[in-house]
Each structure stands twice: as structure tokens, then as C-alpha cells.
């Protein structure tokens, strides 16, 4: 017994701390202790100190609030109202936007009276708010809440709860006892609609009474802040309630000696036995009156769906939807109002609105875009005005009783304006943007391109119908490549175009059409598209997510709307182009527009009246950019400003070319449509002055490519007299130093390119020590010609089938691993690439992933870090040699050759962009080392390579991992450890007893 007796204690001790190591070793282990505890039974004090203590708060019971008794019904006693009885002779208007007398900065039109001295007027915006100088302003520094006086306790009880000061505790008691005086209950009103039917008159308000008062007293609140017109007062018998009027026929409606019907008086669901004034209130109460006849009840209210929306300005001043046209389920009654105080919660948007003395109003809502709080505005007169079915209502949103399938819609705009039409699309300025590269980023970006375009024999890889070939009210862009993918525009859409299939895998809303012809570009993230009315729209290249729009530019009388047909340009992280108001003949007038590329902002914007900018775009020369407009005059302007510098230059026909900048930084090449090469002087100031031009064609509106020192442009020759003309197209090849026209080819495979115009920017390669020429021509078939320096004649490399010929203007873009796309007035865009006549040119297509369900990039650089790429910014490869011995002693090697967009302001991906399967270990190797590597290898490298998105960088999520499991797997051998030892002192404690 004693052994026993002493060897309990030490059990018991040794059981608790056997327990306290297991328990400290599962939770390094991250073992769930409480369940364990309760395996051994011994969730008691042990494992106590391993549970969250419970708050008095949450243990505390919610104790409902007992509700009177059944009591049955009968009419309430009094007959017809005396003569004089007391009436609510308060007006009744509801307004949200200029109103007489009662308005905030009024002016009263559309204002009118309905049933009993009823005044209403259209819109939200009703009494003067709390900070009103009076005036129906608000006071400088005030603010509208526009919240009845009765919730201010409220508020307080809020503001008191969080602040936990010793100063302030003795005010927030003093609240909390003036609190236990009040209540809140509930009313609702429930009578015929138009047609008969049971309708909420009033839906169920909850307002807070005082301790004491009566359904008499919360009915006339009620009725007042509903806007309902009744008839009620005291008489002999005490309070009553003669009439109501309705809100939908503007009858009074009271006893009805035919039906029986009444207004009859429900408490908590059952007629109440006592008029309202003898019914004292108590907390929860609902009070609801229903017209009824004696032993009815409350009868039910039928529901429907209705849609609300918000219109309202984004950052740029357009239209655009605030909250969509969200559908909502209410009750047969519900007015305008109330419809939209849910919308408004629903959305999140905040909006300061409420009830007062001529019942509801709609002062403000803040922004999503911009963060202002938008309300009456005394420059503009805009306003929240409340439009129902398209019409503004002339009611407020008050009285405005709705009816299935009502659409409301609240829009900023001025009286008497029409419904406004918001943006198709809805821009989210916070849409994150990828970092990605792009091997051909717009216009003439990479016309001097270094990848390993077809030299031999090539093959049609895939033709994608973008529209019917019939469909000339549709327009198709140029197309661009950026990532991994191919961007086209067409009508009022953006595609992404997998290059491997042709296949869409993602399209993106316009918020309007491209003209006929749209010159994208991509910069930071985002592709922007020029569209109709002088607007731009910016899409992250991923998602094709809208992130901003700029404003519609105003038309010019003669011209019309503005047109975006010139070359946008990236300098600085804004956009700038031009815009031209234009009929087939001549431009009337158009804009030099300067746009922020992160926030869509106009930074500035310049008018040209006397013509705008028809296919022409401008060149970066330091801080000033080069423009030529339609009436032939050029000049330099403040990239920064907007503002021109200097004189400018005449030079005595339209520009419609983009202005080429030579690498010197003091030289722009412009081309005229009279087939003249200018070669331009830029001053420091800003001056212009001509160096030299040439002539190279009859009319010409190609944009030239310059590249180791020659510049290549094409036209159209026109021989013979007026009455047995001649027309063909030309290809200049000319000495950039010397303006001395080299080559002038006029043919393809031998035969004159009769009838034809080369309008497209050149695409210049050279490739195994030749230079080689790639452009299209405005006749039929619309094919590729290809066109190796030095040789007599160029060749056409592809003709599209039958039903895909066509006039062609279009450039050629070209893809990463050579591959060339361009669209022709079929409507089809086309990729084609080499066949592999002489090892060199067997490209694959990248390969992709399922273009259904692309795997969407995650702001990586999908740009190939393989080693076996050859880097195409290499130093020893000049992209002007071709080796040909042809004529000029300078050839393309000349000195101050070398690759030259239009513009020179685009960072262009101009080395070869491949999608690996596998990312390179070394994600940090500099570039430089391609002159170790020949062309072939390269050539073999990008084919390999392409297809794949690549994301840079190491994942460390299975390192993570590892380190939680060795983790819990020390805990465990603590655990174990433990045990032993404890095990050990065990043994030695009970032989020593």
C-alpha cells in the first residue's frame, strides 16, 4: 500500500508532463492538440491552456423581444373627418435636380403638381441638406448627409464604440441611456395598385420612436416621409385615419360602404383591437396598414423584377456604367427609391441620399474612377437624374411606383439632356498589365527586322477569315505580334490570334469601330487601338482587359467626325497621333493628341484647322517630335507641350507617310504624294530646313524603311499623257547620304506590277549576307513580293487562293521565328513561312498551348533565355549588308546604317522572341555572346524553342514545403525523445520507492 500509495503522486506527475511534451511536440508538428487531448481523455486543464478563452460577448445570449399577444380585429371607430380636422399640410416633393423654391441651385422647369397641392419635380436631389448655405448650395466645407435627424444617435453610438478613451466613456453612457428611451419599429402601407392589385404604398421603414409613443405617431411619420397624402387627425373618439391617397390613380381611398374595405390597422400581423392611438409601441413592433375589409388580413404583395443602373463620367469624361443594369426581385409597391438605395448596395457605390422634408433625395455619388463625390454642378447643370424606361421621370424617386420589368437608370447629365449611352465597355484602370516583349510592336516598328524571314520557297501556314470578304462596312487593322501572340482589329472588336494555328483565342469589346485604316501599337502592358471619332482605347495584352478610353474629339462642320488614321507613336510613356476630319478628296481640319499610356489621360491636344493628318505620323528628334500634315507643311513641336517650335517647312504637296528619323538625331527623311523623297534639317530651336530630295515616283503614301544607310520606299510610276496613262508600281531603293535612287524595280518575276501601287512600309532582312526587301501591292492577287538587293526584278513569294484575292494596302508584319502575317481587303489575315529550300529557312510554328483555354501569363516576359538563341542585338550583325557588290561603293554597311523604325520612338522587340518549353537556369545572363553562334544554329535554336510562354524565375513553392515537413518532423523526434527520457526517470523513481 505505501508503495502504492507513493507511486500514485509521481504517476499522476509524470502522465502530465508526458502529456505537456506530446502536446508541445504535435503542435511544432502542427498536429491538432485538441483532438488528440480528447483521444487520451484529458481535455481538461492541460489542454485548457492551449484553447482561446472565450469573450464574455460571444457567450452572451441574444434575448428576443416578446411580442403582444393575438387580438382581434374591428373597425376602428370614428366616422368621416370633421370639418377642419387636422391635415398634413406639408408639400410633398420630391426632386434631383433643378426645382423651384424647394430645389438645391434650382431652375424649376419640369416641375408640375399632382393630386392635393402635391409638388414634385424630376430627379433625386430633394431638400436642403444638412451645411445648406441656404440657398440650395452647399456651404463651402459642408457636408450633405442627407440622414434623418433620428439616426444621428446611431451614428454617435458607432463613433463611441470606436473610441475605447477614458475621456469620452462617460458621454458614451450618457447616449446609451438616452438609446434605452427609444425604439424602433417598423410600418408599411399596403393598398391597391392602378389595375387592382395588392401594392406597397409605402414599403416597411423602419423608424426609431420614442419610449411611449404610439402606432398614431409613427403612422404620421411614416406617412410624411413616404410622401403619402392622408387624411387623418383627433377627434371625439381619439386619433384617425380617414383616407389615404393613392400614389398610382391619385384617389383618396377610405371606407368603402360597396367592398367594406377600410384602412385597417395590423399589429405584428394581427388586426389590432384598439385604434392607433391607443396602441402603445414597444421595440420590434411591426405596424402595417392595409386596405381591407373588416376580417380580411394583410393581403399579400406580389413580386417582380425590375433593372437599375448608374451612367456617370470615368477619368476621361466619358460615359460609362457605373453599376450595370443590375436586375433586382421587389415587392408590388416598391418605388424608384428604394430599388435604388439597394442597387447603391449592391454595387458598392457610396451615395448620399435620404429622406427630408420633401421627401426623398439623391445628392452625390462618389466616383469609382476618380473618387469625387459627383452632384449638382452650376457650371455644366448636371445632375443625378432619374430616368424610367429611357424617359426622365418627372416625378421623384419617391413617388415613382414601380412596375415589372422598369428599367431606372440614374445619369450625371443636364436637364432636358437625353438618356446618355454609355460605353460598350467598361474600363478597369487597375486591370493589372503584363511585361511583355514584342517582336513587332506597330506601324513600320521593325521593318529593318532581324529574324529569319523566308529566302527561298515558302508555304501558307494557316489563312483566318477576320470578316466576309463582302462586309465592306467592316474594317480590319494591320496586324501586330506581341508575346506570344498575334493582335488584329476588325469593326469594333480586338483579337488575339494564336500564330501557331490562326485560330481567335481571346477577343476584346471596342468601345467603337477602327476606321479603314488602324495603326495599333503596344507599349507598356497594354495595346492601343485607334478608333473612330478621334478616340483611343488601351487592352492589357493578356486578358484583353479595357483600361482606359480617351474622349470622343470634336468633328469639324465640314469634315465631319475625326478620323484615326495616322501612325501612333511611343515616346515617354505617352502615345501621340493625329487625326484628320477628311472625305475622299481632302481634310478639313484635325488634332495632334498627346496621351498618357498608364492613366489614358489627354495630356495635351493641338487643333489644326486648316488640315489634319491623313496616314502621316510624326518622328522623335530629342524632345521634339516632326510632323507633316495633309496640306504639306512640316514641322517640329514640344513633345512636352504641344506647342510648335520654329517656322516649319512648306514642302509643296501632302504628307500622308510617317516621318523617318535618321540615327544622327538632326535629320527626318518625309515623303510627299508627289512621289518626292525630302530629306529634312532639324535645328536645335526647332528650325527645319531641306538638305536634299529626290524623286523616286509619280505619287507615292508609303512610309520608307531606312536601314545601312539606304532607305526603301515604294509608289506608283505613271507614264504617257492623260489619254494613254500608264500606271505601276515601284520599289526605290536610295542611297540615304547621296538621295541617289539605286534601284527602282517595277516588276515581279519578269513581269511589270501593271496597274499597282506599293503603299506598305518595306520589311528589310538581310539573311546569309543579303538583303532582302518584303512588301505588298494595292492590285491583284494582294499577294507578297520579295525583293533581294542587286537583282533586276523582284519576285511574288505567295499568292492567296482565288477567293482571298484582293487590293492590298496592308503591311507585313513579321513574327519572331521569321513568319510573316498581313491582311489584304478580302478580310483575311495570312501567315506564311519558309519552306526550307536550302536548310536554312525550315521553320516550324511555335508551338502553343490549347488555344481554347490558353494559359494566361503572369506579367513575365514570354521571351525565350536559352542559350542556343542567337542574340540578334549583337554588335557584328548589321542589318543593312547584303554582300551583293551591287550598285553604290557604300552598299548597306555604309556607316551610319543600322536598323531605324519610323519614328524611332518605339521600343521595339526587334531580336527574335521564341516561347520555350523550359526556362532557362541562368535568367540573368547578359546579353551579347550571339557572335559565337552562326545563323544556322540560331535559325535551329528559335525553331526548336518557340511555342512556349516562359516564366522567369525559380518557383519556390516545393521548397516551402520541404521545410514545413522538416519541421514536423523534428517535433515529432522531440516528442520521442522526450518520451524516452520520462520513460527512463520512471523506471528510476519507482525502484527507488
Not at 510592336?441 to 501556314?461: L, M, Q, R
Not at 487625326?579 to 498608364?598: F, H, Q, R
Not at 494566361?856 to 550583325?877: A, H, L
Amino acid at each position: 500500500m505505501l508503495r502504492s500509495h507513493k507511486a500514485a503522486p509521481c504517476c499522476g506527475v509524470a502522465r502530465h508532463v508526458v502529456t505537456a511534451v506530446l502536446l508541445a511536440a504535435l503542435t511544432v508538428a502542427s498536429v491538432p492538440t485538441a483532438a488528440f487531448a480528447e483521444a487520451l481523455g484529458i481535455e481538461g486543464a492541460v489542454t485548457a491552456a492551449f484553447q482561446p478563452v472565450a469573450s464574455e460577448a460571444a457567450a452572451a445570449s441574444d434575448e428576443g423581444t416578446q411580442r403582444p399577444g393575438a387580438e382581434s380585429g374591428a373597425p376602428v371607430a370614428g366616422g368621416a373627418a370633421p370639418e377642419g380636422a387636422a391635415q398634413d399640410d406639408a408639400v410633398h416633393a420630391e426632386q434631383g435636380g433643378p426645382e423651384e423654391d424647394a430645389v438645391d441651385g434650382s431652375a424649376g422647369a419640369g416641375a408640375g403638381a399632382t393630386g392635393d397641392a402635391q409638388q414634385e419635380a424630376p430627379g433625386g436631389l430633394a431638400d436642403e441638406p444638412e451645411g445648406s448655405d441656404g440657398a440650395g448650395q452647399l456651404a463651402a466645407g459642408a457636408t450633405a448627409t442627407g440622414r434623418p435627424d433620428s439616426t444621428q444617435a446611431g451614428a454617435d453610438r458607432d463613433d463611441a464604440a470606436e473610441d475605447a478613451s477614458a475621456v469620452e466613456s462617460a458621454d458614451s453612457q450618457e447616449e446609451d441611456a438616452e438609446d434605452a428611451q427609444k425604439l424602433n419599429v417598423t410600418l408599411a402601407v399596403v393598398g391597391p395598385d392602378a389595375d387592382g392589385a395588392h401594392a406597397y404604398w409605402a414599403p416597411s421603414t423602419s423608424l426609431e420612436m420614442e419610449d411611449g409613443s404610439t402606432a398614431a405617431d409613427a403612422s404620421e411619420q411614416l406617412f410624411k416621409r413616404a410622401g403619402l397624402t392622408a387624411d387623418y387627425g383627433t377627434g371625439d373618439y381619439g386619433w384617425y385615419l380617414n383616407t389615404i391617397t393613392s400614389p398610382y390613380t391619385g384617389d383618396a381611398l377610405g371606407w368603402d360602404q360597396a367592398t367594406g374595405k377600410y384602412w385597417q390597422l395590423f399589429v405584428n400581423g394581427t388586426a389590432s383591437e384598439l385604434g392607433a392611438g391607443g396602441v402603445t409601441l414597444k421595440a420590434g413592433d411591426v405596424v402595417t396598414w392595409a386596405y381591407s375589409a373588416f376580417g380580411d388580413g394583410i393581403p399579400t404583395v406580389g413580386a417582380f423584377e425590375v433593372s437599375v443602373s448608374v451612367v456617370g463620367p470615368d477619368a476621361n469624361g466619358n460615359n460609362v456604367t457605373w453599376a450595370s443594369n443590375t436586375r433586382l426581385t421587389v415587392e408590388n409597391g416598391t418605388a424608384a427609391a428604394a430599388a435604388s438605395e439597394l442597387l447603391f448596395k449592391e454595387a458598392g457605390l457610396k451615395a448620399d441620399y435620404g429622406t427630408g422634408s420633401y421627401g426623398w433625395y439623391l445628392n452625390t455619388i462618389t466616383s469609382p474612377y476618380t473618387g469625387d463625390a459627383l452632384g449638382w454642378d452650376q457650371a455644366t447643370g448636371k445632375y443625378w437624374q432619374l430616368f424610367v424606361n429611357g424617359t426622365a421621370s418627372e416625378l421623384g424617386a419617391g413617388s415613382v411606383m414601380l412596375k415589372a420589368g422598369d428599367a431606372v437608370t440614374w445619369a450625371y447629365s443636364a436637364f432636358e439632356e437625353d438618356l446618355p449611352e454609355p460605353l460598350p465597355v467598361v474600363p478597369d484602370p487597375d486591370a493589372p498589365r503584363p511585361e511583355w516583349e514584342s517582336a513587332w510592336p506597330g506601324y513600320a516598328s521593325g521593318s529593318n527586322t532581324e529574324a529569319a524571314t523566308p529566302t527561298g520557297e515558302v508555304k501558307e501556314s494557316w489563312v483566318s477569315s477576320i470578316k466576309d470578304s463582302a462586309d465592306w462596312a467592316t474594317n480590319v487593322s494591320d496586324p501586330i505580334y506581341v508575346g506570344s501572340y498575334v493582335y488584329i482589329a476588325a469593326g469594333a472588336k480586338l483579337l488575339q490570334i494564336d500564330p501557331a494555328t490562326g485560330k481567335t483565342v481571346r477577343e476584346g469589346a471596342l468601345a467603337a469601330p477602327i476606321d479603314s485604316i488602324a495603326r495599333m501599337v503596344y507599349a507598356d502592358g497594354v495595346v492601343v487601338v485607334p478608333l473612330s471619332g478621334g478616340r483611343l482605347q488601351a487592352l492589357t495584352a493578356d486578358a484583353l482587359t479595357t483600361v482606359w478610353v480617351t474622349a470622343k474629339l470634336p468633328a469639324n462642320e465640314q469634315g465631319g467626325e475625326q478620323q484615326s488614321l495616322s501612325t501612333l507613336i511611343v515616346k515617354d510613356g505617352c502615345v501621340y497621333f493625329g487625326t484628320a476630319a477628311a472625305d475622299w478628296s481632302a481634310s478639313y481640319g484635325g488634332y495632334l493628341v498627346c496621351v498618357d499610356i498608364k492613366t489614358g489621360s489627354v495630356k495635351w491636344k493641338t487643333e489644326n484647322a486648316d488640315a489634319g493628318y491623313y496616314w502621316a505620323g510624326a518622328a522623335a528628334i530629342g524632345s521634339l517630335l516632326v510632323m507633316g500634315d495633309d496640306t504639306g507643311f512640316v514641322y517640329a513641336v514640344d513633345s512636352q507641350q504641344g506647342t510648335r517650335v520654329g517656322e516649319g517647312l512648306d514642302l509643296g504637296a501632302r504628307v500622308r507617310s510617317t516621318v523617318v528619323a535618321d540615327p544622327d538625331g538632326s535629320t527626318v527623311y518625309v515623303v510627299t504624294v508627289d512621289g518626292v523623297l525630302h530629306k529634312v534639317r532639324v535645328g536645335a530651336d526647332g528650325e527645319l530646313s531641306e538638305a536634299g530630295k529626290v524623286q523616286f515616283a509619280s505619287a507615292s503614301t508609303g512610309t520608307p524603311t531606312l536601314a545601312g544607310g539606304r532607305l526603301y520606299v515604294g509608289g506608283q510610276l505613271v507614264q504617257g499623257s492623260s489619254g494613254g496613262q500608264a500606271r505601276c508600281g515601284v520599289l526605290a531603293v536610295i542611297d540615304a547620304k547621296t538621295l541617289q535612287v539605286e534601284h527602282s524595280i517595277t516588276s515581279a518575276d519578269g513581269t511589270a506590277l501593271e496597274g499597282s501601287n506599293v503603299m506598305s512600309a518595306p520589311v528589310v532582312s538581310t539573311q546569309g549576307g543579303a538583303t532582302y526587301v518584303y512588301f505588298t501591292a494595292n492590285s491583284l492577287p494582294g499577294g507578297v513580293y520579295r525583293y533581294r538587293v542587286g537583282d533586276a526584278t523582284a519576285s511574288r513569294i505567295y499568292t492567296p487562293s482565288e477567293d482571298k484575292q484582293n487590293y492590298c494596302m496592308g503591311s507585313i508584319t513579321v513574327g519572331p521565328d521569321g513568319s510573316l502575317y498581313y491582311v489584304n481587303d478580302s478580310g483575311a489575315l495570312f501567315a506564311i513561312a519558309g519552306v526550307g529550300d536550302d536548310g536554312s529557312d525550315d521553320q516550324e510554328q511555335p508551338e502553343t498551348d490549347n488555344p481554347d483555354k490558353p494559359e494566361k501569363p503572369e506579367g513575365d516576359t514570354p521571351e525565350s533565355e536559352d542559350d542556343d538563341v542567337q542574340n540578334p542585338e549583337d554588335d557584328d550583325i548589321n542589318p543593312g549588308g547584303d554582300g551583293s557588290g551591287d550598285v553604290g561603293s557604300k552598299g548597306d554597311n555604309a556607316a551610319g546604317g543600322g536598323k531605324v523604325p519610323a519614328g524611332t520612338a518605339m521600343v521595339s522587340g526587334k531580336k527574335p522572341l521564341a516561347r520555350a518549353e523550359t526556362a532557362s537556369e541562368d535568367t540573368d545572363e547578359p546579353e551579347g555572346d550571339g557572335d559565337e553562334r552562326d545563323a544556322e544554329q540560331a535559325s535551329g535554336a528559335l525553331s526548336a524553342i518557340a511555342g512556349k510562354n516562359v516564366r522567369k524565375g525559380g518557383d519556390t513553392d516545393g521548397g516551402q514545403e520541404d521545410s514545413v515537413r522538416m519541421l514536423s518532423v523534428a517535433g515529432l523526434v522531440a516528442g520521442v525523445i522526450g518520451l524516452v527520457l520520462i520513460g527512463a526517470w520512471l523506471v528510476r523513481a519507482r525502484r527507488r520507492a
